[in-house]
């Protein structure tokens, strides 16, 4: 079993790779985070926020309904 175990994990991981290497090969691609600033929130629906790169980069195109991995920081 345990070797079976070692196999998946190794064809996980290489098709990690490969999904980070598709990103990372786009126009404006990058993998990793990246600051962003949040801008106005779309008249269309409450939920849907427009993000900007803080450093004026240009992004990745993307479709809508796509998800994010946001991460935060709290000032106490």
Do not use: C
């Amino acid at each position: 079993m345990p070797g079976n175990l070692i196999s998946i994990t190794n064809l996980m991981s290489g098709h990690e790779a490969k999904l980070y290497e598709q990103q990372t090969s786009k126009t404006n691609g990058w993998t990793g985070w990246r600051p962003f600033i949040l801008g106005k929130r779309s008249r269309i629906r409450d939920h849907v926020f427009h993000l900007y790169p803080s450093d004026g980069g240009k992004v990745t195109p993307h479709l809508p309904g796509q998800y994010l991995s946001i991460r935060t920081f709290l000032n106490p």
